[in-house]
């Protein structure tokens, strides 16, 4: 936590609009908007909020549009959220970590997809990885997997789908044989995100076919074995500086000391991370939905058309509207799935729905901001384009919106008693 209060005080020295763009008389700018529902926060989150956009606004969007339009991995923002700690937000302090909690990890994760979610991809599947070792892993293997993986310089994968599976997480085909006093795996993975520079992480294979999703089983991974190859970066419609890759799997040999849990406890463990993973993903949407909605609303403020400021056309006031209850309602929606994980309360349900409502508010946010914009919202002078283009894998990973709501009427049909 000391981290960020010093960080902040020198961020805030020298903190700015993250963007400026003049064209025809017109001038507009972003970062500089206030920040939302301070009265909801204590105040180290409220220090912890201000240091993510501050960070944002100086390092993360003013470079945001090159290394999504190059492709290039962000290697020295990754390892300036490592120094922030933002890469380990919920992991305690004693294993490197930041030692908060997922209200944190929300409130930055939002930030700093505001800024650039392609960076908060890195953000999320390390904390992902580094929460399902500090939950499941041994002593040996926090040391060996958690406390290399807080700082930045080494982050992880999180290696569940596969291009046969999709949403079906406990229909995998990779395989773990059982040899000697350990496993081999064989198999391939597909959507890695951070499988490119990752030093290592988490594999899911299953021991026993005609188990199902109870054999599943979790694996600690370094990327540097014998055996495991990354395949071809994807070309991407947005999310364009994250790297995403196919993990091919031949032969690897792992100890059976490196089995996170216990054989069979993968799918378990898969499930409980992927719903802490949805309190992310539900930030990074929420993120996107507000650097969209700060957009349009300062275009709108000096856009003239037909006499008049476009901010006082009522269809416009409309779309604004609109837009700002919907990213309030996700963040709203985001911070309670984040606080009943703190009180240690299910989530399942609470996760979902936040994720459904952000992803789906983030994708309607760009889609207006561009309209606001009108032909400016088209080219690639201004970021709308790119919060579209972004937005629309939330709404994909970590279960899609389809799968959201079968997840939120199962848990709804339970509750009253008619399942």
Not at 293 to 318: N, T
Request: glycine share 10%.
């Amino acid at each position: 936590m000391q981290q960020l209060i010093g960080v902040a005080r020198r961020l805030g020295q020298r903190s700015a609009g993250a963007w400026s763009w003049a064209r025809g008389g017109v001038t507009v700018t972003g970062g500089n908007r206030g920040i939302a529902c301070l009265a909801a926060l204590s105040e180290t989150h409220q220090i912890l909020q201000k240091t993510c956009r501050d960070f944002a606004n100086a390092e993360l969007a003013p470079r945001a549009r090159h290394h999504d339009r190059e492709e290039l991995y962000p290697a020295e923002q990754v390892r300036r959220l490592g120094e922030l700690g933002l890469l380990s937000v919920a992991v305690k302090e004693e294993y490197g970590g930041s030692g908060l909690d997922y209200q944190a990890y929300a409130i930055g994760m939002e930030e700093v997809a505001r800024g650039d979610a392609a960076v908060s991809i890195v953000m999320g599947v390390n904390n992902l990885f580094l929460g399902a070792v500090q939950q499941h892993g041994t002593e040996k293997q926090k040391q060996d997997f958690l406390v290399p993986y807080t700082q930045g310089e080494h982050i992880a994968f999180y290696a569940l789908s596969e291009p046969g599976n999709g949403s079906d997480a406990g229909a995998a085909s990779t395989t773990a044989k059982q040899e000697g006093d350990g496993y081999l795996l064989n198999g391939t993975k597909a959507w890695i995100s951070n499988s490119k520079e990752a030093s290592g992480g988490l594999v899911f294979a299953t021991v026993d076919k005609a188990l199902k999703h109870k054999g599943i089983t979790a694996f600690l991974t370094p990327k540097d074995v014998e055996g495991l190859s990354i395949a071809k970066k994807e070309s991407k419609m947005g999310m364009r500086a994250s790297s995403t890759c196919q993990v091919v799997l031949e032969d690897v040999q792992v100890p059976s000391s490196r089995v996170l849990g216990a054989p069979g406890d993968g799918f378990k463990i898969a499930m409980q991370s992927l719903d802490c993973g949805r309190i992310g993903i539900a930030a990074q949407a929420t993120g996107i939905a507000q650097a969209a909605l700060e957009l349009a609303v300062d275009y709108s403020q000096k856009r003239i058309a037909f006499g008049k400021q476009l901010s006082r056309m009522q269809l416009i006031q409309q779309k604004l509207a609109e837009m700002a209850t919907r990213v309030e309602t996700s963040r709203l929606l985001t911070w309670r799935a984040a606080w009943l994980k703190d009180n240690g309360m299910p989530i399942t349900k609470e996760a979902a729905m936040a994720k459904l409502h952000a992803s789906e508010a983030a994708t309607y946010c760009a889609h207006q901001c561009i309209q606001v914009l009108g032909g400016m919202g088209y080219t690639t002078d201004l970021p709308a384009e790119l919060y579209y283009r972004n937005a629309r894998v939330t709404e994909i990973y970590e279960g899609t919106s389809e799968i959201q709501r079968i997840v939120i009427a199962n848990a709804v049909l339970r509750e009253f008693g008619r399942e």
